[in-house]
Antibody
Framework: EVQLVESGGGLVQPGGSLRLSCAASGFTFSSYEMNWVRQAPGKGLEWVSYISSSGSTIYYADSVKGRFTISRDNAKNSLYLQMNSLRAEDTAVYYC?????????????WGQGTLVTVSS | QSVLTQPPSASGTPGQRVTISCSGSSSNIGSNYVYWYQQLPGTAPKLLIYSNNQRPSGVPDRFSGSKSGTSASLAISGLRSEDEADYYCAAWDDSLSGPHYVFGTGTKVTVL
């Protein structure tokens, strides 16, 4: 069974840090491009960051650039998001999502999300 | 803020056809593939359409996508009660600060 399970969310004060993890199973994680996507309460989807299958290519949304760091460990089938200098506007459910195009078949998997609340 | 614009809502009766538009620019829809996602209440998004008009395995052929210039559309034919959800378009944007994946503003589909 394909699974992406996020963890590490919680309540943090403004200016604080948090590290999110995403554990993958049931598919060849090292072949998948990965993204973090967030959704503020009652709002739409916002892309946060992308990392290629090898980890050699990384992109960030302007809203998090310089504060967040995406990384992956293919040996551990895991994706990470280090979040520093957190702000109230970073409050959201954070989803990890993986995608891979194999021949004519597109695979797209999402986790259930982990809630990050930034508040004093 | 989102650079892809969608109508906030759309509705139809069971069996009807509903179309959702997504308006972008030359740096995103105009030069890259469009994706569509469905998000049922309280759940993670699910990919409905990739590469403008392709359906992943398991997505009913009632869902179809199209693209023309800097705009795209998602059509749901034979509307069913289980289609009531939020729908988002998305595309890569070739911004000056590097590639960004942008989502649309989202459209809530209501089945009357």
């Amino acid at each position: 069974e394909v699974q992406l399970v996020e963890s590490g969310g919680g309540l943090v004060q403004p200016g604080g840090s948090l590290r999110l993890s995403c554990a993958a199973s049931g598919f060849t994680f090292s072949s998948y491009e990965m993204n973090w996507v967030r959704q503020a309460p009652g709002k739409g989807l916002e892309w946060v960051s992308y990392i290629s299958s090898s980890g050699s290519t990384i992109y960030y949304a302007d809203s998090v650039k310089g504060r967040f760091t995406i990384s992956r460990d293919n040996a551990k089938n895991s994706l990470y998001l280090q979040m520093n200098s957190l702000r109230a506007e970073d409050t959201a459910v954070y989803y990890c999502a993986g995608k891979n195009l194999v021949g004519a078949t597109y695979f797209d998997y999402w986790g259930q999300g982990t809630l990050v609340t930034v508040s004093s | 803020q989102s650079v892809l614009t969608q109508p906030p809502s759309a509705s139809g009766t069971p069996g009807q056809r509903v179309t959702i538009s997504c308006s972008g620019s030359s740096s995103n829809i105009g030069s890259n593939y469009v994706y569509w996602y469905q998000q049922l209440p309280g759940t993670a998004p699910k990919l409905l359409i990739y590469s403008n008009n392709q359906r992943p395995s398991g997505v009913p052929d009632r869902f179809s996508g199209s693209k023309s210039g800097t705009s795209a559309s998602l059509a749901i034919s034979g509307l069913r009660s289980e289609d009531e959800a939020d729908y988002y378009c998305a595309a890569w944007d070739d911004s000056l600060s590097g590639p960004h994946y942008v989502f649309g503003t989202g459209t809530k589909v209501t089945v009357l």
